[in-house]
């Protein structure tokens, strides 16, 4: 079965950039999406697959793609970019496939 | 815009079957824009895809949960449900209902999520 990979967490000094991988073979043929979630919250769609961002997601936020693996940058990171970021794409059967999350600490 | 807002049982017991429904607003279950879908968290844990359905009736179930997943819907209460059958201690989750837009070849996302609703599987 097809799989996403992310690390399971990354650290960055206020108002630095963050990097946020993930890796998977579906990633070759389809673009990653990628959402924000808090304690107690539902995910928020940060970015959709081909790099929209739905208003109200500052273009600190973006994103990009090479080979298997898709990359979310957030530039200039602020202490309200804290928390778990998941990535997602289209699997080989048609649904949706998830990846792991990263927590992104913001020190 | 729309807004989804799932409701069920907080508690089901082990090999009982867990029932949700999601009532949608502000839009048509009937629209051919989206898939209407399922999706779960564990407490700790990420977020897994259970499975989806359009509004022609084509359904799409995550393999690993196929065999005790039911998706339907109902047009005329503009909502759609998930049942999950023979439930264990690892189906506790938080279960959230979505919007999977339709049309764009290149990739497969989540535009519109419910609150989400914990689910106990417990005697």
């Known amino acids: 079965s097809s799989e996403l990979a992310q690390d399971p967490a990354v650290s960055v000094a206020l108002g630095q950039t963050a990097r946020i991988k993930c890796q998977g073979d579906t990633l070759r043929g389809y673009h990653a999406t990628w959402y924000q979630q808090k304690p107690g919250q539902a995910p928020v769609l940060v970015i959709s697959?081909?790099?929209h961002r739905p208003s109200g997601i500052p273009d600190r936020f973006s994103a990009s793609r090479s080979g298997d693996t898709a990359s979310l940058t957030i530039t200039g990171a602020q202490a309200g970019d804290e928390g778990d970021y998941y990535c997602n794409s289209r699997d080989t059967s048609g649904g949706l496939l998830f990846g792991g999350g990263t927590h992104l600490t913001v020190l | 815009q729309l807004q989804l807002q799932e409701s069920g049982p907080g508690l089901v017991k082990p090999s009982e079957t867990l029932s949700l429904t999601c009532a949608v607003s502000?839009?048509?279950?009937?629209?051919?824009?989206?898939?209407w879908g399922w999706i779960r968290q564990p407490p700790g844990k990420g977020l897994e895809w259970i499975g989806n359905?359009?509004?022609?009736?084509?359904?799409y179930y995550n393999p690993s949960l196929e065999s005790r997943v039911n998706i339907s819907m109902d047009t005329s209460k503009n909502q759609f449900s998930l049942k999950l059958s023979s439930v264990t201690a690892a189906d506790t989750a938080v279960y959230y209902c979505?919007?999977?837009?339709?049309?764009?070849?290149?990739?497969?996302?989540?535009?519109?999520w419910g609150q989400g609703t914990l689910v106990t599987v417990s005697s």
């Open positions: 697959a081909k790099d």
């Open positions: 979505a919007t999977v837009p339709t049309g764009y070849a290149y990739g497969y996302w989540v535009d519109s």
């Open positions: 359905i359009y509004f022609s009736g084509d359904i």
């Open positions: 502000g839009g048509s279950i009937s629209s051919s824009y989206y898939y």
